[in-house]
């Protein structure tokens, strides 16, 4: 079942790299498609307002597509545009908010609360890890990506999210209680991020004060003079 599933995803990274590049040839650029992307998103906010389920259905599966060739484009073109590298932390709150806001407005009086938690703790929970990552980088350290963690990822992340809103548009009933339910897996898995990678960032700023002592240090430098 494994290999599988591996074999499946590599095809799926074929198939996404080779359309980058044709879209690429046709001059396609990655901030325009997250662009798209965006107004996709936003466009599910009158689609639930006007009760048209499947349309706003259909948009966050298109927002999803743009989503994936934006950064298959912008992977295979080097990261160049840096555009788009600013427009991406912005799609995912504008798509959370465009359909959290639609619900809300489908039915306020039944979906506007579990709507509001599940956005505050989206944006919480996106907040940590995105400050994690920047964290990472700047002291050029690699996240551990282990399988707990890929499939934390996968739950919480744009495959699980995505899963969650298209069922939520295609059967509002069921939101009142998937919200509640998703949420609280977001909390739970935060909790855990919050004290794992406050222990793990810590390691790492041990590990960085020792190494800028020892470079530091006079002896240091002036056996090195001696050796030259």
């Known amino acids: 079942m494994s290999y599988l599933i591996v074999h499946l995803r590599r095809s799926c990274q074929s198939i996404g790299s080779w359309v980058a590049y044709q879209l690429i040839d046709l001059r396609v650029s990655p901030a325009g498609l997250a662009l798209a992307a965006i107004a996709s998103g936003v466009a599910t906010l009158p689609a639930l307002y006007a009760h048209q389920t499947l349309l706003a259905a259909f948009f966050i599966a298109l927002y999803r597509l743009l989503s994936i060739l934006s950064g298959r484009i912008s992977k295979a073109m080097g990261h160049l545009d840096i555009r788009q590298r600013y427009l991406r932390p912005f799609m995912e709150i504008i798509l959370v908010l465009s359909v959290m806001g639609g619900l809300s407005l489908y039915q306020p ?11 505050i703790v989206t944006l919480v929970f996106d907040l940590e890890r995105r400050l994690t990552a920047l964290l990472l980088e700047a ?19 744009s495959p699980g999210r995505t899963i969650l809103l298209i069922a939520a548009c295609y059967e509002p009933t069921w939101f009142f209680w998937s919200a509640p339910g998703f949420a609280g897996i977001c909390l739970t898995i935060l909790v855990w991020r919050l004290i794992s990678n406050y222990r793990q960032l810590g390691m790492h700023s041990r590990d960085w004060f020792f190494i800028e002592v020892e470079t530091s240090e006079p002896g240091a430098s002036s056996g090195a003079d001696s050796q030259g």
């Not at 009086?109 to 956005?119: C, G, N």
Request: charged fraction near 30%; aromatic fraction near 6%.
């Open 109 to 119: 009086e039944k979906f506007f609360l579990p709507a509001l938690v599940l956005l």
């Open 139 to 157: 002291q050029e350290r690699v996240a551990k990506t282990g399988r707990v963690e890929r499939l934390m990822d996968g739950v919480t992340g």
